[in-house]
């Protein structure tokens, strides 16, 4: 069996979010039958699978402060603002907006943004991109 344990972000450092995610993956590796143990079931995943060419990148139209006001976690409609790119040297806000709605489940750390720089992902059930649609 091969398998990547994806990591959390850097914000997200923390002996009680490190403990859980032992826990979990122990469970599931007596789960599939690798470790010996109780298996228990596992909770059901919070959003129903989605496509990979359905992911929303939503990127800085220009450089600025990057402001959430939606958390990681939320299902957006299409349109749904998830924050603003203050422009710090004159104060005006552009809004970040969801183009096409779903499941808005990552943000980037860094607040400060260039232009076209990947800020927010959300994972909708259409498929709208094609070609290399990993980013590492």
């Known amino acids: 069996m091969a398998l990547t344990v994806e990591l959390r ?30 298996r228990v079931e596992p909770p059901l ?10 992911v929303e ?26 924050g603003y790119l203050l422009n710090p040297l ?7 907006l969801s183009q096409r709605g779903g499941y808005f489940y990552a943000r980037v750390a860094n607040r400060l943004a260039t232009t076209g720089a990947e800020l927010a992902f959300v994972a909708g059930t259409g498929i709208w991109r ?3 649609l990993l980013s590492a």
């Open 9 to 38: 972000g850097v914000a997200d450092v923390e002996d009680r979010l490190a403990a859980r995610d032992e826990g979990g993956l122990l469970a599931w590796l007596r789960w599939v039958g690798v470790l010996d143990g109780e």
């Open 45 to 54: 995943a919070p959003q129903a699978v989605t496509p990979l060419a359905g």
């Open 57 to 82: 990148t939503i990127v800085a139209p220009h450089g600025g402060v990057v402001v959430y006001q939606t958390a990681p976690g939320q299902i957006l409609a299409a349109g749904s603002r998830i």
């Open 90 to 96: 004159d104060g005006n806000q552009t809004p970040l």
């Open 130 to 132: 094609n070609g290399d």
